[in-house]
């Protein structure tokens, strides 16, 4: 099953429990004049996350498909996506639109964004950050909401078990607890730790986000900067040279 749950006003939580890999799957629903979903999830998931998506609004009416990096659980279900709402069109980093997304994925060309270039979607505004490598991939890149302070996460804050939808709790030990866990197995190096990775979460940590919307764990609402200041933290410790 798939739960909906309204974490802040228009946006939406999608979240699938899948206990074989002890990982929540979270999609975001921006409801606007030009609906925007973040990840579509695993292309196994879509008549879920349609169905969910359906408890909103009409699915056909989704106009912009948003996602970090060029994965499954990111955009596996992109051409489902553009087959189900004629105007569906994935927006994404440049490197990911020339360098897998229109080759792979897309029925038709994504959007591709700059870094700091926004999207209106009607009362909504997002900003596209270019993080390569952060969490993971070349083409990675955020959006950022800037009227509601929305930091759309991807792999970001990443808590392993389930959770509850929304928290304004201190997460950082569930986080540590995951990467340690990842860091002992077949999903080592998870998030590459380099010269370039501090500076870019402390541009994260400069946007004060008040909404962190994270794919797996719980969505925090409150005090963004610290909690990505804590995560930042755990990740050097955990990922960092020594
Ligand atoms: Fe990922
Ligand atoms: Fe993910």
């Known amino acids: 099953m798939t739960s909906v749950t ?22 975001f629903l921006v409801r606007d004049d030009e609906p925007l979903l973040y990840h579509t999830g695993m292309k196994g998931l879509f008549p879920l996350v349609r169905d969910a998506v359906a408890q909103v609004l009409d699915p056909k009416t989704v106009r912009w498909i948003g996602f970090s990096h060029f994965e499954d659980d990111e955009c596996g279900s992109l051409r489902e996506w553009q087959e ?44 596209l ?35 509850e939808a929304v928290t304004s709790a201190d997460v950082t030990g569930r986080v540590a607890k995951t ?17 370039k990775t501090r500076p870019m979460l402390e541009r994260l940590v400069a946007l004060e986000p008040r909404t962190l919307a994270i794919m797996h764990g719980s969505t925090v609402t409150g005090d963004g900067a ?7 933290s755990v990740m050097e410790e955990i990922l960092g040279p020594r």
């Open 226 to 232: 610290r909690t990505l200041r804590d995560v930042t």
């Open 84 to 127: 189900l709402a004629p105007q569906a069109t994935p927006v994404c980093s440049f490197v990911g639109k020339v360098v897998s997304v229109d080759g792979y994925a897309a029925l038709r060309p994504a959007r591709a964004m700059e870094d700091g270039e926004v999207l209106l979607t009607g009362k909504h505004r997002f900003r």
């Open 129 to 163: 950050l270019r993080t390569p490598h952060l969490p993971h991939c070349w083409e990675a890149s955020l959006l950022f909401e800037e009227t509601q302070r929305t930091l759309f996460c991807s792999d970001l804050v990443h808590q392993g078990g389930e959770h």
């Open 6 to 27: 309204e974490v802040a006003p228009d946006l939406f939580r999608l979240c699938t429990w899948i206990p074989e890999a002890d990982l929540q799957f979270c999609q």
């Open 179 to 195: 990467l340690r866990e990842y860091e002992a197995g077949p999903f080592a190096s998870y998030v590459p730790w380099t010269a």
